[in-house]
């Protein structure tokens, strides 16, 4: 038993090292706590993308399987939620130049919930990423679509698997790709969220992809 909260603590430490090291996460009011190789962030930072930067670091080292994500975002000056709402449409258009004007933003109590329809992943994770920057947003939740089209299954598979090759993260070999309508699913072990979250990515990025089933596991 002692063996494993050394293994702990010693996991802890390297998290708040990473955090240390990153210079999107700025606020001194963030805690690590480490269980069972699963990560713990708590405290307050002043907007959300701070917060998402925290888990990304967090996911980012070796070893981590997993992150709960419980800091609160505590904006320095307080918004109205039409404010956020207008602010999130405006930063979507000029940055992410989401098509069509179809973006409809609901915003309650700073948590901002998008809905709409895109063609590629890249423009619906775009939208997400604008939105994250916006003051006094507290949470996203991304509800846009990618539209479905025909497509061989034989290219989203080779797109897929080159992608997966071409990364530097994620190691090709421990990753299994199947592919029906659309919808992708992915299988095997990686060495932490972050290597997990590339081959997502690298799934999402083949044409005619609707959906992403991710069933790989981290084992550190």
Same mark, same amino acid.
């Given at each position: 038993?002692?063996?494993?909260?050394?293994?702990?603590?010693?996991?802890?430490?390297?998290? =708040?090292?990473?955090?240390?090291?990153?210079?999107?996460?700025?606020?001194?009011?963030?805690?690590?706590?480490?269980?069972?190789?699963? =990560?713990?962030?708590?405290?307050?930072?002043?907007?959300?993308?701070?917060?998402?930067?925290?888990?990304?670091?967090?996911?980012?080292?070796?070893?981590?399987?997993?992150?709960?994500?419980?800091?609160?975002?505590?904006?320095?000056?307080?918004?109205?939620?039409? !404010?956020?709402?207008?602010?999130?449409?405006?930063?979507? *258009?000029?940055?992410?130049?989401?098509?069509?004007?179809?973006?409809?933003?609901?915003?309650?109590?700073?948590?901002?919930?998008? !809905?709409?329809?895109?063609?590629?992943?890249?423009?619906?994770?775009?939208?997400?990423?604008?939105?994250? *920057?916006?003051?006094?947003?507290?949470?996203?939740?991304?509800?846009?679509?990618?539209?479905?089209?025909?497509?061989?299954?034989?290219?989203?598979?080779?797109?897929?698997?080159?992608?997966?090759?071409?990364?530097?993260?994620?190691?090709?070999?421990?990753?299994?790709?199947?592919?029906?309508?659309?919808?992708?699913?992915?299988?095997?072990?990686?060495?932490?969220?972050?290597?997990?979250?590339?081959?997502?990515?690298?799934?999402?990025?083949?044409?005619?992809? =609707?959906?992403? =089933?991710?069933?790989?596991?981290?084992?550190?």
């Amino acid at each position: 038993m002692q063996a494993i909260k050394e293994t702990d603590r010693q996991l802890r430490d390297l998290v =708040i090292r990473q955090l240390e090291s990153d210079p999107e996460v700025t606020s001194p009011d963030v805690s690590v706590a480490a269980a069972d190789n699963t =990560i713990t962030l708590t405290g307050f930072v002043h907007s959300y993308a701070e917060k998402y930067a925290a888990e990304k670091a967090a996911k980012s080292v070796c070893g981590v399987q997993a992150v709960a994500n419980d800091i609160e975002v505590r904006a320095v000056s307080a918004r109205t939620d039409p !404010e956020i709402a207008r602010d999130v449409a405006r930063a979507t *258009k000029v940055d992410a130049q989401f098509p069509g004007g179809g973006l409809q933003v609901i915003v309650q109590n700073g948590f901002v919930t998008l !809905e709409g329809m895109v063609e590629w992943n890249f423009q619906r994770t775009g939208v997400e990423a604008c939105t994250r *920057k916006v003051a006094g947003v507290r949470g996203v939740m991304n509800r846009i679509a990618v539209r479905s089209e025909p497509v061989s299954i034989a290219d989203v598979l080779c797109s897929i698997e080159d992608r997966l090759h071409r990364s530097r993260t994620v190691d090709v070999r421990q990753i299994t790709v199947s592919v029906e309508a659309g919808r992708v699913n992915l299988y095997g072990s990686v060495h932490s969220p972050a290597e997990r979250e590339e081959a997502e990515r690298a799934a999402w990025a083949a044409p005619g992809v =609707i959906e992403v =089933i991710d069933h790989i596991c981290v084992t550190p």
